[in-house]
């Protein structure tokens, strides 16, 4: 089982990036999957969330409205599309979910002027 993400960089406020996570190892499909994100010296904390079919998303309420959860089973792909990003959005975020709850190495996204 390996989640393995990408995408995260350095963003202007009000900027938009998009985070892939490439799942392997197990039926992506049978499973629901979460991005996290964690800030240096904050605890790690949920943002959002996506039924195995797609069907149901959560959001924490400080991304609702800017960030998209989606997901496509065929290529074994979660995504996070983050719009109106902010300098509090900055973290190295992290995929989460599959049969043993594992988690990728994360990627950094830092948003800035």
């Known amino acids: 089982v390996q989640l393995v993400e990408s995408g995260g960089g350095l963003v202007q406020p009000g900027g938009s990036l998009r985070l892939s996570c490439a799942a392997s190892g197990f039926t992506l499909s049978r499973y629901g999957m979460r991005w996290y994100r964690q800030a240096p010296g904050k605890e790690r904390e949920l943002v959002a969330g996506?039924?195995?079919?797609?069907?149901?998303?959560v959001y924490a309420e400080s991304v609702k409205g800017r960030f998209t959860i989606s997901r496509d089973n065929a290529k074994n792909t979660v995504y996070l599309q983050m719009n109106s990003l902010k300098p509090e959005d900055t973290a190295v975020y992290y995929c989460?979910?599959?049969?043993?709850?594992?988690w990728g190495q994360g990627t950094q996204v830092t948003v800035s002027s």
């Open positions: 989460n979910g599959g049969p043993y709850n594992s």
């Open positions: 996506i039924s195995s079919a797609g069907v149901t998303t």
